[in-house]
């Protein structure tokens, strides 16, 4: 059974910079596509990031040049380094791993808030 537990969320400010971890258990964890999600209050959950068994990463226009998602097959781990946090930023943030498409499993969230 796939397992993921997020972690790293906090407040911070304007600006600043946090570093999620997204911890896999129960998978082949090189065999799925990893991706990071987000959810603000009252809106839709939106995809924000997302890095393929190849290791090719792919970003939602919004975090594109500020956010960094990467994969330590070794750890079987996920990271999503977040620059330049903006307050428009503030979300839960849960991860997802796929499987040849399929969706496989997502993590409880972690929250971000971004506020001075």
């Known amino acids: 059974q796939v397992q993921l537990m997020e972690s790293g969320g906090g407040l911070v400010q304007p600006g600043g910079s946090l570093r999620l971890s997204c911890a896999a258990s129960?998978?082949?964890?090189?065999?799925?596509?990893m991706a990071w999600y987000r959810q603000a209050p009252g809106k839709q959950r939106e995809w924000v990031a997302g890095?393929?068994?190849?290791?090719?990463?792919k970003y939602a226009d919004f975090v594109e040049g500020r956010f960094t998602i990467s994969r330590d097959n070794a750890k079987k781990t996920i990271y999503l380094q977040m620059n330049s946090l903006e307050p428009e930023d503030t979300a839960v943030y849960y991860c997802?791993?796929?499987?040849?498409?399929?969706?496989?499993?997502w993590g409880q969230g972690t929250q971000v808030t971004v506020s001075s």
């Open positions: 997802n791993a796929k499987l040849s498409g399929q969706n496989a499993g």
């Open positions: 129960g998978m082949i964890f090189s065999s799925y596509t």
């Open positions: 890095i393929y068994t190849s290791g090719l990463t």
